[in-house]
């Protein structure tokens, strides 16, 4: 349905931002309501732009979840441990540890309110020191968002960069489309080239990249 866009950015970071709603609106009119975000490599701003993008989406009264599923670098839940106090163990607890019928009766409580009207959050969970060693069930994962999306008007995934394949795959097909952040100054040809070979091992629906370091700064 939507093809590989490239979303070129100006130098107005809220133009930019923007930008990014009105896709998300379109998207969502579509059925694309859970989005994850992920890169060719790491440090390419993905956690900014989650959660800046699900700020303002909040505050455009759509009801936001926005979901640490970095398994490798949990940047999301550090910085959100810092602006709210809570229990920790979401969505680590959500995969692993508990009968899905009791974590589809009571999903609610595995999500975090924040002071920000509207947006919601679910932290990785677990030792946020140490990456994550267990299997992550592709099928377990369907569910959990399928349950989101239930909730949810926009669900916005911060999933570990490609060269953690194996994690990355299992949310970005899971998730109803992804979108592939790139900064021009952070990588490199053979990288990009390597990349592409990892992207057609995955299923999921590509909906475009966002490209050009301005606009994560």
Excluded at 12 to 27: A, I, P, Q
Excluded at 76 to 95: A, N, V
Excluded at 123 to 131: E, N, Q, T, Y
Aim: hydrophobic share 35%.
């Amino acid at each position: 349905m939507f093809g590989k866009k490239k979303m070129m950015q100006s130098d107005d970071n809220e133009e930019n931002y923007r930008t990014l709603m009105n896709h998300c609106h379109k998207w969502s009119k579509h059925g694309i309501k859970c989005i994850a975000m992920t890169g060719f490599v790491e440090n390419q701003g993905r956690t900014m732009l989650v959660y800046e993008l699900g700020k303002r989406l909040a505050e455009a009264e759509y009801k936001t979840l926005i979901v640490d599923c970095d398994v490798t670098r949990p940047s999301l839940s550090k910085k959100m441990k810092e602006m709210y106090s809570g229990d920790p163990q979401r969505l680590e607890t959500m995969i692993y540890d508990i009968n899905i019928n009791e974590i589809l009766k009571y999903i609610l409580d595995y999500i975090q309110p924040t002071d920000i009207r509207n947006l919601y959050f679910c932290s990785r969970g677990g030792s946020l020191d140490k990456p994550q060693e267990k299997y992550i069930s592709k099928e377990r994962i369907g569910i959990l968002f399928d349950a989101f999306k239930e909730k949810f008007d926009i669900i916005l995934l911060d999933v570990c960069s490609l060269k953690h394949l194996s994690y990355a795959q299992v949310f970005l097909e899971s998730a109803d489309g992804y979108l592939l952040l790139v900064k021009s100054d952070t990588i490199q040809l053979r990288d990009m080239k390597l990349m592409r070979r990892k992207l057609k091992k995955i299923d999921g629906n590509i909906l475009g990249v966002v490209f050009k370091e301005k606009m994560l700064d």
